[in-house]
Antibody, heavy 120, light 108 residues
């Protein structure tokens, strides 16, 4: 069955970087885009960007340009999202999502979420 | 930047029909998607491509589109439908994904 399994919770200091992983199984990894979405405590969903696991091309939301990097490892069917220069406002649950029907469809399958806490 | 607008809250009694709207200038050109999110859980897709229902989603969930507004309709609302609902679409270029601010559905 399809699964997106994310790495565990992280606590980081302001200015540091965090790298969250999302391991896919149960489908052809390179056939579907992977999106990253975050949700700050008590707030709504916020799209961060998309990666094409086939060729590795990416597109990021303007808000995160210059601070976010999405990569993939096809040998392990894993996508990574690295966010740098962390600040307290980056405290959020980060989700990966895939198996959309096209690039603007996040898909039916989401990871369980990874809580990133930024605190001094 | 492109925005999708949802009402912050909608309240209905059990068995009634709930309608949640989402407005955006690019909606005539871009599909809309609807997600249900319960506390502490990841979002669940309930409608895709304006009006299609994924497998496993109850028939009481339906979607429609008219001009710059899309609507999620939940017929015969049940207590278990109490959740936050988010619409999602893309800007006119199709390259930037956007979420609405979310609507809290309360079942009275």
């Amino acid at each position: 069955q399809v699964q997106l399994v994310q790495s565990g919770a992280e606590v980081k200091k302001p200015g540091a970087s965090v790298k969250v992983s999302c391991k896919a199984s149960g489908y052809t990894f390179t056939s579907y885009y992977m999106h990253w979405v975050r949700q700050a405590p008590g707030q709504g969903l916020e799209w961060m960007g998309i990666i094409n696991p086939s060729g590795g091309s990416t597109s990021y939301a303007q808000k995160f340009q210059g601070r976010v990097t999405m990569t993939r490892d096809t040998s392990t069917s894993t996508v990574y999202m690295e966010l740098s220069s962390l600040r307290s406002e980056d405290t959020a649950v980060y989700y990966c999502a895939s198996l959309g029907r096209d690039s603007s469809d996040l898909g039916d399958y989401w990871g369980q979420g990874t809580l990133v806490t930024v605190s001094s | 930047s492109y925005e999708l607008t949802q009402p912050p809250s909608v309240s209905v009694s059990p068995g009634q029909t709930a309608r949640i709207t989402c407005s955006g200038d690019a909606l005539p050109k871009q599909y809309a998607y609807w997600y249900q999110q319960k506390p502490g859980q990841a979002p669940v897709l309930v409608i895709y491509k304006d009006s299609e229902r994924p497998s496993g989603i109850p028939e009481r969930f339906s979607g429609s589109s008219s001009g710059t507004t899309v609507t999620l309709t939940i017929s015969g609302v049940q207590a278990e439908d109490e959740a936050d609902y988010y619409c999602q679409s893309a800007d006119s270029s199709g390259t930037v994904v956007v979420f609405g601010g979310g609507t809290k559905l309360t079942v009275l």
